[in-house]
């Protein structure tokens, strides 16, 4: 498959912090492309690099080298207007801490991303409804965090990563505040997303978590060790077309 | 429109610390309040004034005299205004612009009636006074020229005058004695309701030949008696002017002052004095307000504080919408419309609380002044509060789109 076609195309990425004297190298020319439509699991130890491959998939960060593009759309050189827009388009994010505002029922949470697309108010309620339907948390719409459980607020987390249909939903460690039933309702809930169409990108060091996934990427000290690659996400791609 | 969209974010997350969010809007409140109510009082009292003052006649003139020492170091000065001045004033052929000249001479004193006495401010004058005055009768009359010509023992008295005397008002035919003097009551005058400015309720008058000859021990100057005061009529309110002109010239003559001499007499219309009370209570209206609008400033600074840390206490939030697809100005327009909303909801309780403060002053009886609560002083206090919000809501709201949002999210 040509490279030009991929969602996400990584070449040769670095990433450095500085701190004060000492520089510590995050990730070390790190290059990958994800297709539309694969399930990938990144696993590693802590501190392999991770979260930080993830942040730049997902725009928040910047690589101090490489190239990074989206849809054949190279991301170097945007302004802080444009990546906001692409985070808002292109990106879902579900982080392990939920992240939701402590005080707004559900469906203002999922509601929000559409808020910061100038989604008229009325579609925007109605998008974030079937969004919280897609999680099976029709009935909790009104509900605030603190009367939900773990689970219920990770899949509203999951539902609001949605409700923008983004190019590629990003999950850092998405079952690691929970149980392990509730962890694996959750996995099964991305799985679902996945046979519908969905790109997923996983970071875990859960090991069953990883096996679920149609490709895994191994990490450690910031370069990818192993990549079960291209033939999985390829059987699933012609399996769905 | 987007804008808008901010305000219920803004008032969620108010309303999400609503005890901080009283706090910190007491400054303003305070403020507001402060300011609108001082303003209301000096609006009233001045209105007050005013009424007062027009009440009396927009065409009357007071002469008052200066002092003057005579010749080289001859000691006491001597005043100057006497009664020749009032005859020569009340000649129609100089003066076709002036009627009535009333000379005054007044001075503290006590009236007895019985086992009571009261110190009492009595005027000597001539009938005219109450014209000129405006004075209003409760009971009986004012003096008459008659008893002006024949010096009679004769008095018209106030409200408070009667009622500490004989603790009735309806007194007319009984008497009081001055100095040892029995006068018999005339008249009493209705009463001002006003304890304050231009009130007649504490005097008492009596004949101007009697004042000067008998109870008061009036020094005279170039042989005829002083006056403390005169005061006169002009023809029309639009001869107010040339009347002080015909005064003027007349007295000027009459003391042979040269073309470079000033007045040893000043000559006050209700215009001049109107202009006065004016500039008095405006002045010290902005004193007090500047007083007060300090409070505003240190209600700006409570909300900036309070901003800040919320800016600080939300950075998570603050990453989190980033992430979402926020930009730079969604963020800045949700904190500075947050503080926004919070020092007009200050500023709309502040107005609330100075109307009930209005409203209270109000039902208190005989208060002397209303608070008067205007829809300039409204603008301003809304104005005023909103612009704390944003000068003071700005810094705080810079400081939140400053923030990284990885470093953000990361924020414990
Ligand atoms: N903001 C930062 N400043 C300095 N070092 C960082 C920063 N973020 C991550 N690192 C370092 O980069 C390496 C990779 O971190 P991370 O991507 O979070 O790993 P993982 O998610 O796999 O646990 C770690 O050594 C970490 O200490
Ligand atoms: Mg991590």
């Given at each position: 498959m040509a490279v030009s076609s991929a969602l996400i195309d990584m070449q040769n990425i670095s990433k450095v912090y500085r701190m004060g004297e000492t520089e510590v190298?995050?990730?070390?020319g790190v290059s990958l492309s994800i297709e539309e439509g694969e399930y990938v699991a990144i696993v590693g130890t802590?501190?392999?690099g991770k979260s930080t491959l993830m942040n730049i998939v997902g725009f928040l960060d910047s690589p101090t080298e490489g190239v990074f593009a989206i849809h054949g759309q190279k991301a170097s050189g945007l302004t802080g207007r444009q990546l906001a827009d692409l985070r808002n388009r292109e990106i879902g994010f579900v982080f392990q801490q939920f992240n939701l505002l402590a005080r707004a029922p559900a469906w203002r949470q999922v509601e929000l991303p559409l808020f910061y697309a100038n989604v008229a108010r009325g579609t925007a309620r109605k998008r974030a409804l079937e969004a919280l339907t897609q999680v099976g948390l029709a009935e909790r719409a009104d509900h605030r965090p603190e009367e939900l459980s773990g689970g219920q607020q990770q899949r509203v987390a999951i539902a609001r990563a949605l409700v923008n249909r983004p190019s590629l939903l990003l999950a850092d460690e998405p079952t690691g505040a929970l149980d392990t039933r509730t962890g694996e309702e959750v996995m099964a809930l991305f799985e679902k997303l996945h046979e519908e169409g969905l790109t997923l990108v996983i970071i875990t060091h859960d090991q069953e978590v990883a096996e679920r996934a149609r490709r895994v990427i191994t990490m450690r000290d910031g370069v990818i060790i192993s990549d079960s690659g291209g033939t999985a996400g390829a059987a699933h791609h012609d399996r769905a077309s | 429109m987007k804008l808008v969209r901010y305000f219920p974010v803004a008032v969620d997350s108010i309303t999400a610390n609503k005890m901080r969010a009283g706090l910190t809007m007491l400054g303003i409140i305070i403020g507001v309040a402060a300011v609108l109510s001082i303003l209301g009082v000096g609006r009233g009292a001045s209105a007050n004034i005013l009424d007062e003052v027009a009440s009396q006649g927009t065409t009357r003139l007071t002469i008052s005299p200066s002092t003057e020492s005579e010749g080289?170091?001859?000691g006491a000065p001597v005043q100057t205004l006497t009664m020749g001045d009032v005859k020569a004033l009340s000649d129609p052929a100089f003066h076709p612009d002036v009627v009535e000249v009333v000379p005054q001479f007044a001075g503290n004193i006590q009236l007895v009636a019985g086992s009571n006495n009261k110190q009492t401010r009595v005027t000597g004058t001539t009938a005219d006074y109450a014209g000129v005055h405006g004075l209003e009768m409760a009971e009986g009359r004012f003096l008459t020229e008659e008893e002006i010509a024949r010096m009679s023992n004769v008095i018209v008295i106030g409200t408070a005058v009667a009622t500490d005397l004989f603790?009735?008002?309806?007194?007319?035919g009984e008497s009081v004695r001055i100095n040892g003097e029995p006068f018999t009551i005339v008249g009493v005058l209705e009463e001002s309701g006003n304890a304050g400015f231009g009130s007649n309720d504490d005097s008492g008058f009596i004949p101007i030949g009697v004042a000067h000859g008998r109870i008061f021990n009036v020094p005279r100057y170039r042989g005829e008696y002083i006056v403390t005061s005169a005061s006169a009529n002009a023809v029309s309110e639009e001869r107010v002017e040339a009347a002080e002109l015909q005064i003027e010239q007349t007295l000027r003559l009459r003391r042979g002052l040269g073309a470079e001499d000033d007045n040893d007499f000043t000559i006050s219309t209700q215009a001049s004095l109107l202009d006065t009370i004016g500039a008095v209570t405006s002045t010290l209206t902005l004193l007090l307000s500047s007083i007060a609008a300090i409070s505003l400033v240190v209600g700006g600074i409570g909300i900036m504080n309070i901003m800040l840390v919320s800016v600080t206490e939300r950075t998570k939030e603050i990453g989190l919408r980033k992430a979402l697809g926020a930009h730079t100005s969604d963020v800045l327009l949700q904190f500075l419309i947050e503080s926004l909303v919070l020092t007009l909801l200050g500023g709309l309780i502040g107005i609330a609380v100075s109307y009930g403060l209005a409203l209270l002053v109000q039902r208190i009886p005989n208060f002397p002044i209303d608070i008067l609560i205007g829809v300039d002083a409204l603008i301003l206090a809304v104005g005023v509060s909103a612009g704390c919000g944003l000068i003071f809501g700005l810094y705080p709201a810079m400081r939140a789109t400053r923030l990284d949002p990885i470093e953000a999210l990361r924020y414990e």
């Open positions: 190298a995050a990730l070390n802590s501190g392999s | 080289e170091g001859a603790e009735r008002t309806q007194v007319v």
